[in-house]
């Protein structure tokens, strides 16, 4: 257990639908990531957040958004879904995650996004 | 161009051999992490090892080493005496310390596509 948690673990939605994932980090951990794993696509980072703050985007979609909160757990929304949204999505945390660290991210268990 | 390559999709070996999974890596920057992560068919991402761009030894984790060849920006992973539990999806992935995107931040982690690795009895 990476102390990293994740709900729901599976989510069956339609197109046009929106939804909202969430993640709690580990005790102590300011950065969370989040990232889509997907047949086509493989394992690709979406977003980052530092203690409360956007600091970096990968390839997120302009119909996905996240934020981080002050307890720091976060949430990714998803809107518009489409087939091709269908995957597994991650979060994963660590304790620093700024500029010039390197620290280990730890993953959660994931949410499987199935849209129909 | 890939950043991270992982030439062996999938991978077939025999319970109590040693095994070797290829990562090589593509950066300009001095400064960099490289992971291995393993999925097993439950889906989630564990994490096994970690070696910094500057540090002076392989990484070793059990029976988890990292076989780090900075020249040849190589970083593949050596699991002995291997298991069946051993059975899953591996990922090399790599971090660089500053990131290229917004905010000044540190980017996530990029991923191979994975060796696919089944341990035989």
């Known amino acids: ?116 | 161009a890939q950043k991270i390559t992982q030439t062996q999709p999938g991978m077939f070996v025999q319970e109590k051999e040693a095994v070797t999974l290829d990562c090589t890596y593509d950066t300009s920057d001095p400064s960099y992490g490289l992971f291995w992560y393993k999925q097993p068919s439950s889906g989630e991402m564990i994490f096994l090892i970690y070696q910094g761009s500057y540090d002076q030894q392989n990484a070793t984790e059990g029976r988890y080493s990292l076989n780090f060849q900075k020249a040849r920006k190589s970083a593949n992973l050596v699991i002995s005496a291997s298991q069946l539990g051993d059975s899953a999806m591996y990922f090399c992935a790599m971090r660089e310390a500053v990131g290229k995107h917004s905010g000044g931040g540190a980017d996530g982690l990029t991923f191979g596509k994975g060796t696919h690795l089944i341990i035989q009895p």
């Open chain 1, 1 to 116: 257990d990476s102390g990293v948690t994740q709900t729901p673990k599976h989510l069956i939605t339609a197109t046009g639908q929106r939804v909202t994932l969430r993640c709690s980090p580990r005790s102590g951990d300011l950065s969370v990531y989040w990232y889509q794993q997907s047949l086509d696509q493989g394992l690709q980072f979406l977003i980052h957040y530092y203690n409360g703050e956007e600091r970096a985007k990968g390839n997120i979609l302009e119909r996905f958004s996240a934020q981080q909160f002050p307890d720091l757990h976060s949430e990714l929304n998803l809107s518009s879904l489409e087939l091709g949204d269908s995957a597994l999505y991650f979060c994963a945390s660590s304790p620093r995650g700024i500029a010039g660290s390197t620290d280990t991210q730890y993953f959660g268990p994931g949410t499987r996004l199935t849209v129909l």
